[in-house]
């Protein structure tokens, strides 16, 4: 038995680079790898899992099919030979699983496709459907539509996005290296292989992620990084190990399994659970099933604790902002606290950049002081900064807890627009978040600075006295 988390069926995404599929000179498939791939996948399956497969691939089997020596540098060209690879790479899969009886799924996305609400969660429910079927699903960006997949090696970042929309357990990122080292291993001998990552953002100084990928991929260790901070933000547990022994990824949940969340001997006396997810009932341990002696080579990401909730990791990940809402360092620190809900009132909004619609995303921008200048950016440092802060809301009303707001008047609409003007040549803007945005841009701009209750008045309606909701804060202040 494969334990994990408790020995519980669990939920694993496997994803497959370009590099571990078909031979970066002749093109040809790894059969043998590919087979290793079926066959632990269908041994999980076996044992209760539900599994994924994210496979790259479709470009590198069209160059040999089409007799290619390189990818070619048109986007035309590359989207080519995505179409004419990808009905070969799902065959070959088909073929491979057809041998012990799995039946698959082809599932090909695009980011277009997930950015709209409605689609993302069809998707999700065509992927719940599939894996309670018994059916393997194969994810692959959509190559012959997708320019950014080609451009910047998406792949990674899909299988993220994948493990996030299924609220899967496990994230195994298949690679040509067992793991993430301090530098390039083919290239500095010294480097050391980091184990366990319990910070994406703190990993980040202590690492060299200079690596370029194969030829025929389009990915490195820094689009593995990006994958890493998707998928731990939203609970999944992510490895980076070597694709070359793909039978390894039994020995790493073994070999994890007591060290991981919900398991009885790191779990805290008051789990959080996300609402997505609920708990099944953990089958027995096979007593004879012990932890492996030596560590298996591999780079553990250690999920959040605090997962956040699906729509703020759709918002966060999936949609491409279309403006801004600047907002100042007190709304920054409420917005950062779990207690806000992660919505943001008029009052706390500084500034609006660009044009936006309601329900699209936004990114949150916050006004911070330029280096040099004396103060942090949240503290006003001259008589007119103070003048103009004097007449801006508290904190208390920004989260919607204040007394009962003051009359509206006339002068207040000036000193606020004012506000931004004062500050703007000793600020500097930094992007802590994103969310989804309730009125338009022209509508917030209307409203910033002042109390929700004053939303009627100048709007004429107010379907929410929050002008910002589902806002995720990277950054913290």
Same mark, same amino acid.
Request: no cysteine.
């Given at each position: 038995m494969v334990r994990t988390r408790n020995g519980a069926p669990c939920t694993i995404v496997i994803k497959l680079g370009t590099s571990s599929i078909v031979h970066e000179t002749t093109h040809q498939p790894l059969l043998s790898t590919l087979s290793s791939v079926v066959e632990v996948v269908v041994s999980l399956r076996d044992h209760g899992h539900k599994v994924v497969l994210v496979s790259s691939g479709a470009i590198g089997v069209g160059l040999q099919r089409m007799a290619l020596p390189a990818r070619p540098k048109s986007l035309s060209g590359k989207q080519a030979l995505a179409a004419i690879g990808q009905g070969r790479l799902i065959a070959l899969w088909d073929?491979?699983?057809?041998?012990?009886?799995?039946?698959?799924?082809?599932?090909?996305?695009?980011?277009?496709?997930?950015?709209?609400?409605?689609?993302?969660?069809?998707?999700?429910?065509?992927?719940?459907?599939?894996?309670? =079927? *018994?059916?393997?699903?194969?994810?692959?960006?959509?190559?012959?539509?997708?320019?950014?997949?080609?451009?910047?090696?998406?792949?990674?970042?899909?299988?993220?996005?994948?493990?996030? =929309? !299924?609220?899967?357990?496990?994230?195994?990122?298949? +690679?040509?290296?067992?793991?993430?080292?301090?530098?390039?291993?083919?290239?500095?001998?010294?480097? @050391? #292989?980091?184990?366990?990552?319990?910070?994406?953002?703190?990993?980040?100084?202590?690492?060299?992620?200079?690596? #370029? *990928?194969?030829?025929?991929? +389009?990915?490195? =260790?820094?689009?593995?990084? %990006?994958?890493?901070? !998707?998928?731990?933000?939203?609970?999944?547990?992510? @490895?980076?190990?070597?694709?070359?022994?793909?039978?390894?990824?039994?020995? !790493?949940?073994?070999?994890?399994?007591?060290?991981?969340?919900?398991?009885?001997?790191?779990?805290?006396?008051?789990? %959080?659970?996300?609402? $997505?997810?609920?708990?099944?009932?953990?089958?027995?341990?096979?007593?004879?099933?012990?932890?492996?002696?030596?560590?298996?080579?591999?780079?553990?990401?250690?999920? $959040?604790?605090?997962?956040?909730?699906? #729509?703020?990791?759709?918002?966060?990940?999936?949609?491409?902002?279309?403006?801004?809402?600047?907002?100042?360092?007190?709304?920054?620190?409420?917005? $950062?606290?779990?207690? $806000?809900?992660?919505?943001?009132?008029?009052?706390?909004?500084?500034?609006?950049?660009?044009?936006?619609?309601?329900?699209?995303?936004v990114r949150i921008l916050v006004r911070r002081g330029r280096k040099g200048d004396e103060g942090d950016g949240s503290t006003p440092t001259t008589p007119a900064e103070q003048a103009a802060l004097s007449r801006f809301p508290s904190e208390q009303d920004i989260t919607g807890q204040g007394d009962t707001p003051p009359t509206l008047q006339e002068e207040d609409l000036v000193v606020v627009e004012k506000r931004a003007d004062v500050m703007s040549d000793v600020w500097e803007l930094e992007e802590v978040g994103r969310g989804l945005a309730n009125y338009n841009s022209a509508q917030i701009a209307k409203v910033k600075g002042l109390n929700s209750s004053h939303l009627p008045q100048l709007l004429g309606y107010a379907d929410s006295e929050y002008v910002v909701e589902n806002i995720t804060i990277r950054v913290p202040p």
């Open positions: 073929n491979l699983f057809g041998q012990l009886g799995q039946p698959i799924a082809q599932v090909l996305l695009t980011r277009g496709d997930i950015s709209d609400r409605t689609r993302y969660l069809n998707a999700v429910n065509t992927f719940k459907e599939l894996l309670s =079927m *018994g059916v393997v699903p194969i994810v692959n960006e959509n190559d012959t539509v997708s320019v950014s997949e080609i451009k910047f090696g998406d792949n990674d970042t899909l299988s993220a996005i994948t493990s996030s =929309m !299924i609220h899967a357990d496990y994230l195994f990122l298949l +690679t040509d290296v067992d793991g993430l080292y301090t530098a390039n291993p083919r290239k500095d001998p010294s480097a @050391i #292989l980091i184990e366990v990552v319990a910070s994406t953002a703190a990993i980040r100084t202590e690492v060299s992620t200079a690596t #370029l *990928g194969s030829s025929l991929g +389009t990915g490195g =260790m820094e689009t593995k990084l %990006i994958a890493a901070e !998707i998928a731990t933000a939203a609970g999944v547990t992510t @490895i980076i190990t070597s694709s070359k022994d793909p039978k390894s990824i039994f020995d !790493i949940l073994e070999y994890n399994a007591p060290e991981l969340p919900n398991s009885s001997k790191s779990a805290p006396s008051t789990p %959080i659970e996300p609402l $997505s997810r609920q708990a099944s009932p953990s089958p027995p341990r096979d007593s004879s099933t012990t932890r492996p002696e030596a560590r298996p080579a591999h780079t553990l990401f250690k999920p $959040s604790p605090t997962p956040i909730r699906d #729509l703020k990791s759709w918002t966060s990940h999936t949609l491409s902002p279309a403006g801004a809402v600047v907002i100042d360092g007190g709304a920054h620190s409420v917005l $950062s606290r779990r207690d $806000s809900g992660g919505r943001l009132l008029a009052a706390g909004v500084f500034d609006v950049r660009g044009a936006f619609a309601s329900g699209q995303a």
